[in-house]
């Protein structure tokens, strides 16, 4: 393979358009704005959702009832298998798996979900926990400390 056919793989940036450059070019006269009406002339934009004077979409669809997304609490997840990771006697909340990795941030709520085995006796720290993933925990040795919004510990255990 030589250089001439590695630079017509594929075209980075391809020519751009040149339109109103006279009848030869194939785009002259009009410039492939049609002949008359709004959208001929010079400095017209539409808005999205715009469709040529047709009811848009958006209000051809009725609304309604409720809706709770932009209510809704969000949890940053991570599952039991995960903080097997971790050494045994381990004290786990949402700062230690993030330092590790083993999840992305999502909100600073922390909640546990049960999928997978956990073999190490760890001290998880969360602000929820899936029935299955407590479960999982105590039964390795660990205990399961449920803590509020702000992050402190609550005074009963989901257990």
């Known amino acids: 393979m030589d250089l001439r056919t590695v630079t017509q793989k594929g075209i980075?940036?391809?020519?751009r358009k040149r339109v109103g450059r006279g009848p030869g070019s194939g785009l002259g006269k009009t410039a492939a704005r049609g002949h008359k009406g709004w959208g001929q002339r010079s400095g017209t934009s539409r808005r999205p959702g715009y469709e040529g004077g047709q009811m848009p979409i958006y209000r051809r669809v009725p609304k309604r009832g409720f809706t709770n997304a932009r209510f809704r609490t969000q949890y940053t997840i991570v599952n039991v298998d995960l903080l097997d990771s971790f050494a045994d006697?381990?004290?786990?909340?949402?700062?230690s798996i993030l330092a590790k990795g083993l999840t992305s941030k999502v909100s600073n709520l922390l909640k546990v979900l049960g999928d997978g085995e956990?073999?190490?006796k760890l001290t998880v720290r969360a602000q929820k926990f899936s029935k299955t993933a407590a479960e999982k925990i105590q039964k390795a040795?660990?205990?399961v400390v449920l803590l509020e919004e702000s992050g402190r510990e609550?005074?009963?255990n989901p257990s």
């Open 12 to 15: 980075k940036y391809p020519d």
């Open 89 to 95: 006697g381990a004290t786990v909340d949402l700062e």
């Open 118 to 120: 956990l073999k190490k």
């Open 141 to 143: 040795g660990g205990s």
């Open 154 to 156: 609550t005074a009963a």
